[in-house]
């Protein structure tokens, strides 16, 4: 422990030393460059005298700023907002004319005009080089952020003496991956929640296995925490997930974004006006507010859970700014603090570099597979995995130190990079690294807080790697569908195998034999074009001039050869489509045609795909606003790739592979999320988990019963 402190104090000599060493530079340019600002007699002095007290000058001046500033600060909040703003600059510069009157030498002189600039421009240089040493200073930047909870916390209503709980997600990190990267040493802090030394295997007893030769010397960590696996529902995405998981119903959420034909609208998941509404649906349908409703703190998530704290989340986004409606508030408190900027600035910085340099390398070593990673990528992937995380962190770490009794946080960086980077690799390995570091600040606050708190870290899905349908076949999954239907398509599309062998099919299914020179089939009438959108690997195919879902008898009449090529491209797993005489099937190729209720006995296409998939399409099948198509791209179960419709090498939203596979991550004083053998299936499950565990702390006290999938629409 001495040795800790020894350290943390040599730590924070060396930046007041560099931070005085840049004032005293910055206080000898602005005297060469300000008429009315001089630091040497009027006969001249030497350069070392006037080096001499430049150094001194700016000492000084940064002890008084040290001593005085605070106890003005305080006095300073009487006066109205806008007299403060003046007395801030006036203030100032009266504390280095004071600090030029105590240099030995006596003979500095500044302009009281010129002093407040010189004064402005001092602390503005100050803080940018504190706050740039402290960048990867985790500790300074805790001490810094208990000091702002603190001054939250005082003259609030004292909390409650039982433990609260903080639920972590980490975006898209899937449970093999998580535990791969405990193993190779990336996350020690998850590694010693577990019993296990960073970079080595399982800790003996741990999982029932031991550790592995070579492990790290010392004693084995005590576990703390055990790891879970769950499987989300046929909609692999952060939209089901979450909506499933704060508020017990993701019902009626078949994918990412959908075609609503019954007003005629496109939802997408991370729209604000989208997520108000599954909110307000998912509300209607459970009859409570949410997982967070009593004293609940949600912070950058899709949706509040029913928090009375919300910050950074979308349902509230497109509101009018009130008492309950701070969207943005995470931000406006976080930059308020210079030191936060200042840090966070440098990292999203840092972070653009960092990504141009590794797409670059990525480029020009020709890995494969590979999707642009140019235009205003580098700064959206900066804002996903620095500002949004500090940003979070920062609320997160305020929540537990305010002692409020439920917290739910969503770190979306692994997710961001994954979609363009994969899912494994050097890129995706540094941003789980950086996360593990967030969990050490958090847990590190929590054990300040004024209330015990229990640490839950979860995954809304994972990532299944693989190359793009487009990158494989030469067109997209829209293409596709118009060749199907006879529309025109591109003329890249129409050199492609795929593109040939869907018009053959068409002429064949219009007996067709021979396609006349310039001649083009085009549907009788005019009917609007089906709908195509893209979810990762699950494509939607909707008619938006038929009212209704359509059937396979149906679509057939209108289209003879859409379902045949679909079914049969090799770059699609199944279809799922009504049908008239079964009231649903799976189609898949060379004529496979499964009803949904023979998918337990023969699971024809869906085999592939792994327990339970039969279960998560009856499930999307009962949705009200499933898709007239819907599509699952290939799977290869040896590698667990899939094809992304969308430009993604990491992709998510459908079945296959790592993607439908995330985790849970709890305490052992918590009971087990499933009795043992038991399988943790769909969001709703882990909301109906979730909630049981707020009950054991104490927490906010969610209705138990009827469960949502017992409750009517």
């Not at 910085?349 to 642009?372: F, K």
């Not at 099919?505 to 219009?510: D, E, F, G, I, N």
Request: hydrophobic share 40%; proline share 7%.
């Amino acid at each position: 422990m001495r040795g800790v402190r020894w350290r943390r104090a040599v730590s924070q000599a060396g930046r007041s030393l560099a931070v005085w060493a840049v004032s005293t530079l910055t206080m000898l340019v602005l005297a060469g460059i300000l008429p009315d600002f001089r630091l040497q007699s009027a006969d001249g002095d030497s350069a070392t005298v006037i080096a001499v007290t430049a150094a001194v000058g700016a000492g000084v001046f940064g002890l008084l700023s040290a001593l005085v500033w605070p106890l003005l600060v305080r006095l300073l909040l009487l006066v109205p907002a806008l007299v403060l703003g003046l007395l801030v600059f006036f203030l100032n510069g009266s504390l280095l004319l004071i600090a030029l009157r105590l240099t030995p030498s006596g003979q500095t002189e500044a302009a009281p005009e010129t002093a407040v600039i010189v004064a402005a421009v001092m602390s503005a240089v100050a803080s940018a080089t504190g706050g740039a040493l402290a960048v990867r200073d985790d500790d300074a930047y805790r001490r810094r952020l208990y000091r702002l909870a603190d001054r939250r916390r005082r003259g609030g209503p004292p909390c409650a003496a039982t433990p609260g709980t903080v639920f972590l997600q980490l975006d898209g990190v899937g449970h093999d991956v998580l535990s791969t990267a405990v193993r190779k040493g990336l996350m020690p802090t998850v590694a010693t929640w577990l019993g296990r030394h960073p970079g080595t295997g399982p800790a003996p007893g741990a999982d029932g296995a031991a550790g592995r030769p070579g492990a790290a010397p010392g004693p084995v960590p005590r576990p703390t925490h055990r790891l879970t696996p769950w499987h989300t529902d046929w909609s692999s995405q952060t939209g089901a997930s979450q909506l499933g998981i704060l508020h017990g119903s993701n019902h009626d959420v078949p994918a990412f974004r959908w075609y609503e034909k019954d007003s005629r609208e496109v939802m997408v998941c991370n729209r604000p006006t989208s997520a108000a509404e599954l909110q307000r649906r998912a509300v209607g349908r459970t009859g409570d507010g949410g997982l967070l409703t009593l004293d609940g703190a949600s912070r950058g998530n899709l949706f509040g859970g029913g928090a009375d704290e919300q910050a950074l989340v979308l349902s509230i986004a497109t509101r009018r700014r009130g008492r309950d409606t701070r969207s943005r508030a995470g931000y406006f408190a976080y930059f308020s603090d210079p030191a936060n900027a200042v840090r966070t600035a440098l990292s999203f910085v840092a972070e653009v570099v960092r990504e141009i340099a590794q797409s670059t390398r990525a480029r020009l070593r020709g890995e494969r597979p590979r999707v642009s990673r140019g235009g205003l990528y580098p700064f959206v992937r900066a804002f996903a995995t620095v500002v949004e995380r500090d940003v979070v962190v920062a609320a997160v770490m305020g929540d537990l130190l305010a002692g409020r009794t439920a917290v739910y946080a969503d770190l979306v960086a692994y997710d961001e990079v994954a979609h363009h980077s994969g899912p494994l690799g050097r890129d995706t390995a540094q941003v789980l690294g950086r996360l593990d570091r967030a969990l050490a600040l958090i847990e590190k606050a929590a054990e300040h807080a004024p209330r015990p708190y229990r640490i839950v870290v979860l995954s809304d899905h994972g990532q299944s790697p693989g190359e793009t349908f487009r990158a494989r076949y030469g067109l997209t999954l829209g293409d596709l569908v118009r060749a199907g239907c006879g529309l025109p398509v591109p003329r890249r599309a129409e050199r492609t195998h795929s593109g040939a062998e869907a018009r053959a099919a068409v002429r064949a299914a219009l007996r067709r034999p021979v396609e006349e020179s310039g001649e083009r089939h085009r549907p009788a009438g005019r009917r609007s074009e089906p709908i195509v959108l893209a979810s990762g690997n699950l494509g939607l195919i909707s008619f938006p001039d038929v009212p209704h879902r359509m059937t396979k008898e149906e679509i057939d009449a209108r289209h003879p050869a859409l379902l045949t090529t679909l079914a049969n491209h090799p770059g699609i797993g199944f279809l799922l489509v009504r049908s008239e005489e079964h009231g649903g099937v799976v189609l898949g190729a060379y004529g496979a045609e499964i009803p949904l209720d023979r998918l337990d006995e023969d699971p024809g296409p869906l085999a592939a795909f792994g327990p339970g998939a039969a279960d998560a399409v009856r499930r999307t099948h009962s949705f009200p606003h499933t898709a007239d198509i819907m599509v699952n791209s290939f799977h290869d179960p040896a590698d667990g790739e899939v094809l992304a419709f969308e430009e993604q090498i990491g992709s998510h939203g459908g079945l296959g592979g790592a993607q439908a596979r995330p985790f849970l991550l709890s305490p052992l004083a918590l009971s087990a999320p499933v009795d043992e053998g038991g399988i943790l299936t769909g969001a709703e499950h882990v909301h109906r988990v979730l909630r049981r565990w707020l009950r054991e702390t104490d927490g906010p006290q969610v209705p138990l019963e009827p469960a949502p999938e017992e409750r009517a629409a």
